[in-house]
């Protein structure tokens, strides 16, 4: 048996942290684990995704078409690994929109949700992608936590919740530990997102379940 999860987003969302929890989730069980990482630019803010590929694999990358899951955690970034989704692709998209802008002194781009680019780039999406897709306003309820940087561990959550074939490899528990062995802050706050991602997606897995981003 073999799974092949795809993620992507952009330098600053945690891309990397995330790959890190799965794969050592993945190990923690014995099971065979590749991860390619690749950074454009990531402390600027450009592209960053990561294939993990677990089970009977062998090559660093997987195949186009060939993705079990994906969770992208910056909508307009998910265009660009359309080619690696398929109509069975298990596909969680944050409704985060990253406007890139005037900088000042603290951040250099703006992490905004501006309501007219998100539901344009909703609605075409959801034209592109599969029936096992849920874009979710991960951004929000990870503020509603009190965890506005626990977007990726809330998104985790989400397709372990979702996705009961990666829950045959890697169950709640499996990444409840391996969260627990990679993140160094706020550790408690992190399991609580992460459990209520897996809430969310036992709840959330009909078709274009929150298609809007919005409750």
């Known amino acids: 048996m073999k799974y092949d999860l795809l993620l992507c987003g952009v330098g600053g969302q945690g891309i990397i942290t995330l790959s890190e929890i799965i794969a050592t989730a993945a190990l923690n069980k014995g099971l065979k684990t590749i991860v390619t ?5 990531a402390q600027r803010g450009g592209s960053v995704q990561a294939h993990i590929r677990l089970g009977e694999v ?13 969770i992208s955690l910056e909508l307009n970034e998910t265009f660009g690994y359309l080619d690696f989704l398929n109509i069975d692709t298990m596909s969680v998209v944050s ?46 309820k990870a503020i509603d936590l ?19 074939t990666l829950a045959t490899l890697i169950d709640r ?6 969260i627990s062995a990679v993140v160094r802050h706020n550790l408690e706050d ?8 897996v809430e969310y ?15």
Do not use: C
Not at 201 to 215: I, L, N, V
């Open 37 to 41: 990482q690749e950074k454009g630019l």
């Open 58 to 70: 062998f090559s660093p990358t997987m195949p186009k078409r060939g993705a079990n899951g994906f």
């Open 95 to 140: 409704d985060t929109v990253i406007v890139s802008g005037e900088t000042d002194k603290t951040n250099k781009n703006k992490m905004e949700e501006p309501e007219k680019l998100v539901r344009l780039a909703s609605e075409k999406l959801l034209s592109k992608l599969g029936p096992n897709t849920m874009i979710v306003a991960a951004k929000k």
């Open 146 to 164: 009190g965890v506005p940087r626990g977007v990726n561990i809330f998104m985790v959550g989400v397709l372990s919740g979702m996705d009961s």
């Open 173 to 178: 528990s499996d990444l409840e530990t391996a």
């Open 190 to 197: 992190n399991i609580k997102v992460f459990n209520k991602g």
């Open 201 to 215: 997606g036992k709840t959330r897995k009909s078709k274009h379940a929150d298609s809007a981003g919005k409750e």
